[in-house]
Structures are given as C-alpha cells and as structure tokens.
C-alpha cells in the first residue's frame, strides 16, 4: 500500500516527532522509509588544506550525522531507509526526492499549518499541494 | 497507530479513493471507521405534500444511501464502520465529527488542493485539524 515513503527531517523537536511517527507508519505499512533533510552548503575553504584531508572536511556535515541518527532509529524499529541530503529548499528537496524514488507517500509535519505562517506558505502547505503522491501532515506542534 | 479514522465521501470518484485507502488503513491499524458526508438540506416545500407523505420527503436520503454503500464496502474488509451525514459545509462537516470522536486520522482527497482555491475541502482540512490527516491523491 505504501511501500516508498518520504519522510522530511532537521534537527528540531517537532521533525524529530514527525519522524518517530513516521517509522511507526512504515513499520504498520511495511515500507521503506527515505529521510530527506535539506541544507545549505557551508563555503569550506580548502584551498590552503592538503590533499589528504579535504575529502574527510566535505563528508563530516551536519547533515550526514542527523541522518546517519534516523537511519538508527528506524533499524530499531526493524524499518528500512535510506537517507538523502539535499542542497535546496525543504519543500523542493521532499518534492524532488519523492519523484525520483517514485513515493507514493510524503510525511510532513503540521509545523506552520496553522497561525500567521499559513498565508505565507509553510512546508507541510507547499508539499500538501505540489506532492504527485499522497501526503501525511502528522501533528507536531 | 491510528484508533479513530475519520474520512469525508460524497458520491464522487475522487471521495471513493479516499474511501479505500481510508479503510485499507483502518483495516492495517485495527481501528475504527466514521464515513462523514455533507449535504444540502432540501428546500422544504411541503405544501404539496399530503400529510401522509410529510415524513417521508428526507433531504439526507441520498446521503444515507450512499454512506450505506460506502459502509459496506468497510465491512467486506472486516473494518468496524460508523457513518455520520450532516447538513452543511463539507470541510465543517469533517472537522466537527473529528472533534467529536476524537479521531487520530482525517482522511480526504486531494482533489482542488492543485488550484488553491481558497476554501477547498482538504486544504481547508488540513489547516483546521487537530490531529493527523492523510491527503490522498486523487487527481
């Protein structure tokens, strides 16, 4: 039923529960869990490194420790996943994600949904009407 | 996971999508589940109609045939199955049963999100619930 499922995550509290809700989804469901979480690159300068050490410098981000950490959470739930750090807005990395995974599910958070946000344009929002798959806004917040 | 499903239906191709995927996940999760349609009270002319017939002429008719469609639909997939139809504005009619039997789940199609049309079903939905809502694709 819903076997690829998109999950978007940073390290804030209310994404740290959209992501426990969701291995609990895909646990239920029986699918396979991407974790999406999108950043900006930081200017690293290594042009006064050597060699040897600007490969280690490029891999140690942020982004690949939170998701190395959700991949965690999932095995201990028994659920598979696989992580995607991507370089873009949060609403466009779950979107683009979900395409070239073929998702048939996007979980969000309903964090921005409602209050002085909604008319600007949240996440949950913007995923909620562009997504080609169905969404779950889970309460966050 | 999910106790108390609640899905809106009318008797569109895009509500019966919602409706399955509604009742595969009530039928996943064990829990129960409330089909909630809305309708429009019929305007009441009964002047022409003998006395004899007044209590027979049911606005929600169709609404309840439907939802008796509908809820058979749930049983054959051994899903516990509550229905509700109400007078009024689809989007209200949802979030309002939602509240009452405090449901974990809305399920709703995502028919008119695309357009952003102000005052959509599910965009109106999902901006007001309180709990969890699933907006399955449907168009």
Redo the contacts between chains.
């Keep these: 039923?819903y076997n690829v499922i998109v999950v978007g995550a940073d390290d804030s509290p209310t994404a740290l529960e959209a992501v426990r809700?969701a291995i609990?989804?895909a646990k239920?469901?029986g699918g396979t869990l991407h974790f999406v979480t999108a950043y900006k690159p930081k200017p690293v300068d290594t042009s006064d490194m050597p060699d040897e050490f600007r490969y280690s410098m490029a891999s140690t981000h942020e982004a690949d420790v939170l998701l190395r950490r959700l991949t965690d959470l999932a095995r201990a739930e028994g659920v598979d996943s696989e992580v995607h750090a991507v370089t873009s807005d949060p609403a466009d990395a779950l979107i683009t994600v979900a395409d070239r995974e073929g998702a048939d599910l996007i979980v969000v958070g309903?964090k921005g949904?409602?209050g002085a946000r909604?008319v600007l344009g949240s996440v949950?929002?913007s995923v909620?009407?562009?997504?080609?798959?169905?969404?779950?806004?889970?309460?966050t917040t | 996971m999910f106790d108390t499903v609640v899905v809106g239906a009318d008797d569109s191709a895009t509500a019966a999508k919602a409706v399955d995927a509604a009742i595969e996940l009530a039928a996943l999760s064990g829990g129960t589940l409330h089909i909630v349609t809305a309708y429009k009270p019929a305007a009441r002319s009964s002047s022409g109609v003998p006395d004899e017939f007044a209590g027979s002429v049911q606005p929600d008719s169709h609404a309840q045939s439907l939802l008796a469609d509908l809820a058979s639909r749930a049983r054959a997939a051994s899903v516990h199955v509550e229905t509700h139809a109400h007078d009024g504005d689809p989007a209200e009619a949802i979030t309002s049963t939602a509240d009452r039997v405090g449901a974990d789940l809305i399920v709703v199609g995502s028919r008119g999100m695309q357009r952003r049309v102000l005052g959509s079903v599910p965009h109106s939905v999902a901006h007001g619930a309180g709990c969890a809502v699933l907006v399955v694709k449907t168009d």
């Design positions: 039923m809700q609990g989804f239920m469901s309903n949904m409602k909604r949950p929002n909620a009407h562009r997504a080609a798959c169905s969404v779950l806004i889970l309460p």
